[in-house]
C-alpha cells in the first residue's frame, strides 16, 4: 500500500505545501556540505594563523616547562602560570570556534535557506508507535544518509592511514628535533594531512547538496488526489464558492434596493429593463447608477421606486444603453451625458410643477443616445433569458 502511494505521489509539490513543510521545520540541509565547509574554514585559518601559533606553543611550553627556585615555596606562582597558558588557549579556541560555527550556519543557509521556527522542537501530542520508528529507520532517507556515512568514514580513515603510513618516518624524527625545528615540521605534516581530507569531503559535499534537495522534493512529492483536495481546500467546492456566490448577489440586489428610495428618477423600458439614476450637483460631477436590474429585478426596482414617489420615466433606448454599459455605484458613460441630462432636466421641471412653481413640461423629447450605445443594434447582443418570480426568490 506504502508503495502504491509512492508511485502516485509523482506531481511536485504546490507553494502551498513547500510553504507549509519549511513551517515545520522541513527543508534540505547537507551535513556533509556543513562539515566541509567549517573544517576548510576552520583549516584556511589555521594556516593564516600557523606561524602565531606555532610561536605561542613554542612560547607556552618554554614557559610551562621552565620553574624557577622560587616556585617550590609559592604554590601560586604555578596558578598564575596555568591562568596565562588557560588565556592564551582561549586566544585560539574561542574566535576559532566562533568562525566554524559561522561557517556552519552559512553552509546551511546556503543549502536550504533561512527558516526559523520552533515547530520540530514542540511535542507531537501522538502516541508511541515503535513499528512506526522501525519503517523510518528503513525509508530511503535513512538508507541514503547511512550507506553515505558508512562510505564516508571508510574513505576518511582509509585516506588517513595512508597518509600516517607513508609519513611514518618523518613523525618518528620529530622527537630528535629542536622544539622550534619540531613545531614547524609537525604543522606542515598535519596541514598535508589536513587537505587530503578535505579533499575526501569536499567529494562529498558537492554530491550530498544536490541530493538533499532532490530527496526533500522527492518527499514532498503530491499525487493528483492530493492537488485536488487541496485546491478544495484553498479555493472551496463548486457548492462553498456557488452558495458564496448567490449569497453575494443577495446582498448586492438588497444594496441595491435600499438605494432606489435615494435616486432622483428611475428610467426604464416597458418590460426588460430598470436604472435608477442620482445625481448631487455639490458631491458628484455626474449623475451615478444607484441600482439597476432586469426582468423581475427591474420591476422590483420600479415597485420600489413608485412606493418611495420617486418618477419612474419609460425611456426604452436610454434604459437598454444604461444597463448595457453603466455599472454600479459608478458614474453612467461621457456619451450619455446628454440624454441623461435631457431626462434629468424634465424631471426637475415635473417636480416644479407638481408643488406649483411651473407649468407642467411637455412631453418627454427624442433623446440624444448615441447609436452604437444601444444594444440591441449589436448583432452578437444576446438579450437577458426571462426571469420568473421563482428564479428571483
Not at 45 to 65: D, H, I, Q, Y
Not at 93 to 104: D, F, H, Q, S
Not at 333 to 344: E, G, K, M, S
Request: aromatic share 6%; with cysteine.
Amino acid at each position: 500500500m506504502a508503495d502504491q502511494d509512492a508511485q502516485d505521489r509523482n506531481l511536485p509539490a504546490s507553494a502551498r505545501k513547500l510553504k507549509k513543510a519549511r513551517e515545520e521545520g522541513n527543508v534540505p540541509r547537507s551535513r556533509d556540505f556543513g562539515h566541509f565547509a567549517a573544517l576548510a574554514g576552520g583549516g584556511l585559518g589555521l594556516v593564516v594563523m600557523m606561524p602565531t601559533l606555532v610561536g605561542w606553543t613554542r612560547e607556552g611550553l618554554s614557559r610551562g616547562l621552565s620553574f624557577g627556585a622560587g616556585s617550590r615555596g609559592a604554590p601560586s606562582v604555578m596558578f598564575d602560570l596555568l591562568a596565562d597558558l588557560l588565556a592564551m588557549m582561549l586566544w585560539v579556541v574561542v574566535p576559532m570556534g566562533l568562525w566554524m560555527t559561522a561557517l556552519g550556519i552559512a553552509s546551511a543557509l546556503a543549502v536550504g535557506g533561512w527558516n526559523w521556527t520552533l515547530k520540530p522542537l514542540m511535542p507531537k501530542g501522538t502516541p508511541f508507535k515503535p513499528i512506526a520508528g522501525l519503517g523510518r529507520m528503513f525509508s530511503k532517507q535513512q538508507m541514503v544518509d547511512a550507506t553515505k556515512a558508512s562510505v564516508l568514514a571508510l574513505l576518511l580513515g582509509t585516506v588517513g592511514c595512508v597518509y600516517l603510513y607513508s609519513h611514518v618516518d618523518e613523525f618518528r624524527g620529530l622527537v630528535s628535533m629542536p622544539l622550534s625545528a619540531g613545531l614547524t615540521q609537525a604543522g606542515s605534516a598535519i596541514q598535508g594531512g589536513l587537505w587530503l581530507l578535505l579533499g575526501v569531503l569536499a567529494l562529498f559535499a558537492v554530491v550530498d547538496a544536490p541530493l538533499q534537495r532532490y530527496l526533500n522534493a522527492s518527499k514532498l512529492k503530491m499525487s493528483a488526489q492530493e492537488q485536488k483536495q487541496e485546491y478544495k481546500e484553498s479555493e472551496g467546492s463548486q457548492e462553498v464558492k456557488g452558495r458564496r456566490k448567490q449569497l453575494m448577489r443577495e446582498m448586492s440586489r438588497r444594496r441595491m434596493l435600499a438605494a432606489v428610495p435615494t435616486a432622483d428618477l428611475v428610467v426604464m423600458n416597458p418590460t426588460h429593463y430598470a436604472v435608477a439614476l442620482k445625481y448631487d450637483e455639490a458631491r458628484m460631477g455626474a449623475p451615478r447608477v444607484v441600482a439597476k436590474g432586469a426582468d423581475i429585478l427591474a420591476m422590483t426596482i420600479r415597485d420600489t421606486a413608485r412606493a418611495a414617489q420617486v418618477p419612474v420615466l419609460q425611456a426604452p433606448v436610454l434604459a437598454r444603453a444604461l444597463y448595457a454599459h453603466a455599472e454600479v455605484d459608478r458614474e453612467i458613460p461621457t456619451a450619455l451625458f446628454a440624454a441623461v441630462a435631457q431626462v434629468l432636466a424634465y424631471v426637475y421641471q415635473l417636480r416644479a410643477a407638481m408643488s406649483g412653481r411651473g407649468a407642467m413640461p411637455p412631453d418627454l423629447p427624442e433623446l440624444s443616445v448615441p447609436p452604437e450605445l444601444d444594444p440591441h443594434n449589436d448583432p452578437d447582443y444576446v438579450p437577458p433569458a426571462p426571469s420568473t418570480e421563482k428564479d428571483a426568490e
